[in-house]
């Protein structure tokens, strides 16, 4: 009896032995961490659903950026009109020219050409040029008007030649000046070849021409609206010239 209950406890000590390390050992082990998933959700995609991978342009294309929106340019400031010009000191009777293009003024000089002046502010005052039209007109040189045949569209072949293309009273005398001279703005008298025999025919120029110096006589200069002259064009109608009025003094 003593015999089996040693071996019965020499048993059971062995048992202890084998299984009592082993349960401790799986206890103590750390964990294995799970594999991370194959595709991790990338952050905003709503619960329980995959991430898709962006979408490939077609091959040989390549994603264009979005085109940057020019910056706005900032506006371009209008050329201011040109400025008028005070009269001369000495300078007579200014007189206006309402065009189809606009108006510009232009200053006289009776002590350089007083019976020019005379003349031609006569004929103003008469109304002789309203109605009248621009009949010839060379870019960068001149524009030139005072026949009355262009108040009529059907005698435009005649226009500023023959013995109507005046008033019929020549101012009978050349007048020209050392003072005044052919520059950009100023107005002499047209004529057909004797300066003297200049009658109402008058023209302004678009630039300087010295070479006119002493061929032609100067009587006025423009001082307001000195960018309407170069905007004439043949047929463009004087609507009305008339003889400033001197401001009270």
């Known amino acids: 009896m003593r015999t089996y209950r040693r071996t019965a406890l020499v048993v059971l000590t062995a048992a202890l032995a084998i299984g009592g390390p082993t349960r401790a050992a799986a206890q103590t082990a750390p964990p294995k961490e799970s594999p991370p998933p194959k595709t991790a959700p990338k952050t905003g995609t709503p619960p329980g659903t995959a991430a898709r991978p962006a979408a490939k342009p077609p091959a040989g294309t390549q994603a264009k950026?979005?085109?940057?929106?020019?910056?706005?340019?900032?506006?371009?400031?209008?050329?201011?009109?040109?400025a008028a010009a005070s009269p001369t000191p000495g300078a007579g009777p200014v007189i206006v020219v309402e065009t189809s293009k606009g108006a510009f003024e232009f200053e006289t000089y009776?002590?350089?050409?007083?019976?020019?002046?005379a003349n031609f502010v006569a004929l103003t005052k008469k109304g002789f040029y309203n109605g009248q039209r621009f009949h010839r007109v060379v870019p960068g040189f001149v524009i030139q008007a005072g026949?009355?045949?262009?108040?009529?569209?059907?005698?435009?072949?005649?226009?500023?030649?023959?013995?109507?293309?005046?008033s019929g009273k020549p101012v009978g005398v050349a007048e020209f000046s050392k003072t005044h001279l052919h520059t950009t703005g100023a107005v002499a008298m047209a004529h057909a070849g004797d300066a003297a025999q200049a009658d109402?025919?008058?023209?302004?120029?678009?630039?300087?021409?010295?070479?006119?110096?002493?061929?032609?006589?100067?009587?006025?200069?423009?001082?307001?609206?000195?960018?309407?002259?170069?905007?004439?064009?043949?047929?463009?109608?004087?609507?009305?010239?008339y003889v400033k009025t001197a401001p009270a003094k």
Not at 73 to 78: E, F, I, S, Y
Not at 150 to 164: C, I, P, V
Not at 216 to 229: E, L, R, T
């Open 110 to 117: 009776p002590d350089d050409a007083p019976k020019t002046v």
């Open 200 to 241: 109402s025919q008058f023209y302004v120029t678009l630039g300087p021409k010295p070479a006119l110096n002493g061929k032609y006589a100067v009587f006025g200069h423009v001082i307001s609206g000195a960018d309407v002259p170069a905007k004439i064009e043949v047929g463009d109608v004087i609507k009305r010239m």
């Open 147 to 166: 026949d009355p045949q262009t108040r009529d569209m059907s005698k435009r072949e005649q226009w500023g030649r023959g013995a109507a293309a005046g």
């Open 65 to 82: 950026p979005g085109a940057a929106k020019p910056a706005a340019k900032p506006g371009v400031p209008k050329a201011p009109a040109a």
